[in-house]
C-alpha cells in the first residue's frame, strides 16, 4: 500500500523567509503532483513533476523531484502572506489498470505571518 | 487547464433524505473520475473510482449502498448520499482525469460543502 508522509504538518513563518515542506513516498511512483487549498475551497495545482529530477517554479514556489529517494520538496523562497493556505502533494499509484488513482499526504497547513 | 464543475457548491438537508451531487468535464472526455471526502482540517480520504459505463470500484470501508456512484457518460459523474445522517456531512471534492491519455494530472471539481441537519 502506498503511503505518502508529508512534513511538517503545521508551518508558521515569517514574511521574507525561506522554507521547505518534505514529500515522502513508499513505493515507486515517477509522478507526483502539489496542491494548494485555501479554506473552504476546492485543490488548486500548483506542479505536476513527472519524472526523476524534475524541478518546477512558479513565483515564490519551486517544487522538485527525485524518485530514487522518493523524496519531492516543494520549496518557499520570501514568503508573503498570501501564501497562507495548506499544501498538499500527491502521488499516483495504479490499481492493476489504466486507474490511476492520487494518494495524497497529510497535508502541510502554512501560516505565514507579517 | 481542463474544467472540472461540481454541483452543488453546498446543500442542506434533512436526516433521512438523499442527495445528489454531480460532477461534470467540461472541455474534455473524463475516463476515470474519483471521489473524495474530506473532514476539516485533514486530508481528503478516496471514496470510489468511477469509470464510464462500469460499476465503480469502492475504497474499503465506503458503503457502496450508501454513497450511490453512477458514471453514464464520458462527462458526468454523480454521487448520491442516500438516507443521510449528520455523521455524513462533509466536504465532498470529485476529480476527472482525460480519457485515452496517460500521466496525465487529475482535474478537481469546487467541491460540495454537505451539512445534514
Known amino acids: 500500500e502506498l503511503k505518502v508522509e508529508q512534513n511538517p504538518l503545521f508551518l508558521s513563518m515569517q514574511e521574507g523567509k525561506n522554507y521547505t515542506i518534505y514529500c515522502n513516498y513508499s513505493t515507486t511512483s515517477d509522478r507526483l503532483y502539489w496542491y494548494r487549498q485555501d479554506p473552504g475551497k476546492s485543490l488548486e495545482s500548483l506542479f505536476v513533476?513527472?519524472?526523476?529530477?524534475a524541478v518546477k517554479q512558479e513565483g515564490r514556489l519551486m517544487a522538485s523531484l527525485d524518485t530514487k529517494a522518493r523524496l519531492s520538496t516543494l520549496h518557499i523562497t520570501a514568503a508573503v502572506h498570501d501564501l497562507s493556505a495548506t499544501y498538499f502533494c500527491?502521488?499516483?499509484?495504479?490499481?492493476?489498470?489504466?486507474?490511476?488513482?492520487?494518494?495524497f499526504g497529510k497535508g502541510t497547513l502554512l501560516t505565514v505571518n507579517p | 487547464g481542463a474544467v472540472v464543475s461540481q454541483h452543488p457548491s453546498w446543500v442542506i438537508c434533512k436526516s433521512g433524505t438523499s442527495v445528489k451531487i454531480e460532477c461534470r468535464s467540461l472541455?474534455?472526455?473524463?475516463?476515470?473520475m474519483f471521489w473524495y471526502r474530506q473532514f476539516p482540517k485533514q486530508s481528503l480520504m478516496l471514496m470510489a473510482t468511477?469509470?464510464?459505463?462500469?460499476?465503480?470500484?469502492?475504497e474499503q470501508g465506503v458503503e457502496k449502498d450508501k454513497f450511490l456512484i453512477n458514471h453514464a457518460s464520458l462527462t458526468l459523474s454523480t454521487l448520491t448520499v442516500t438516507s443521510a445522517h449528520p455523521e455524513d456531512s462533509s466536504f465532498y471534492i470529485c476529480?476527472?482525469?482525460?480519457?485515452?491519455?496517460?500521466?496525465?494530472?487529475?482535474?478537481f471539481g469546487q467541491g460540495t460543502r454537505l451539512t445534514v441537519v
Open positions: 476529480s476527472a482525469r482525460y480519457r485515452g491519455r496517460v500521466n496525465t494530472e487529475a482535474f
Open positions: 500527491a502521488v499516483d499509484s495504479t490499481r492493476g489498470g489504466s486507474n490511476y488513482k492520487l494518494t
Open positions: 472541455d474534455f472526455q473524463a475516463t476515470t
Open positions: 513533476l513527472l519524472s526523476n529530477g
Open positions: 468511477s469509470n464510464e459505463g462500469s460499476k465503480a470500484t469502492y
